[in-house]
T-cell receptor, first 112, second 111 residues
């Protein structure tokens, strides 16, 4: 089945230690997104790629970076995680000119 | 983007009843809206969407109503089942491909 895959599902990192979350998709969608979702809150868009065109939300902290080496993969890098970065990180994809987004299961990040 | 909010944070209904989840949006220029269902520990799952040139759209057991005059969106679930228990989010497209999610309503279906 075509899907959005996120690894790992659970990630524990130390305060200030860089961490990378990964997302892959078999849907061959052009657009990929990263969201942050804190407990009992709505998903908040961090950035998205339209092919290799990177679109950063204005209020996304510089501590968050992303890479998309090819159509299938997208990475979220947190350079120096703080306690406030503990959250569920969701990856999503969509087709061109179709706004329905397909979400992966998320990676729950714990910062100790 | 401007906020998209929900009127009720929690909703409890009996199995078999109809559920109505409401959402207010503030950006009158929004032209696309979408409802997602999120079960605990999972990613959001698409339910139904609607474009601003429509007032109503129906799916399987779900109906979305859009009232552009008062900038209000609602999701109706017919014959609610225990499997419908989840958090429901509305979202609006505010630029390009970006979606702005509302706060969410937790739906609890009791037997």
């Amino acid at each position: 089945d075509a899907m959005v895959i996120q690894n790992p599902r659970y990630q524990v990192t130390q305060f200030g230690k860089p961490v990378t979350l990964s997302c892959s998709q078999t849907l061959n969608h052009n657009v990929m997104y990263w969201y942050q979702q804190k407990s009992s809150q709505a998903p908040k868009l961090l950035f998205h790629y339209y092919d290799k065109d990177f679109n950063n939300e204005a209020d996304t902290p510089d501590n968050f970076q992303s890479r998309r080496p090819n159509t299938s993969f997208c990475f979220l890098d947190i350079r120096s995680p703080g306690l406030g970065d503990a959250a569920m990180y969701l990856c999503a994809t969509s087709r061109v000119r179709v706004y329905e987004q397909y979400f992966g299961p998320g990676t729950r990040l714990t910062v100790t | 983007g401007e906020s998209v909010g929900l009127h009720l944070p929690t909703l409890s209904v009996q199995e078999g009843d109809n559920s109505i989840i409401n959402c207010a949006y503030s950006n009158s220029a929004s032209d696309y809206f979408i409802w997602y269902k999120q079960e605990s520990g999972k990613g959001p799952q698409f339910i139904i969407d609607i474009r601003s040139n429509m007032d109503k759209r129906q799916g399987q057991r779900v109906t979305v109503l859009l009232n552009k005059t008062v900038k209000h969106l609602s999701l109706q679930i017919a014959a609610t089942q225990p499997g419908d228990s989840a958090v429901y989010f509305c979202a609006e497209k505010y630029s390009g491909y970006a979606l702005n999610f509302g706060k969410g309503t937790s739906l609890l279906v009791t037997p």
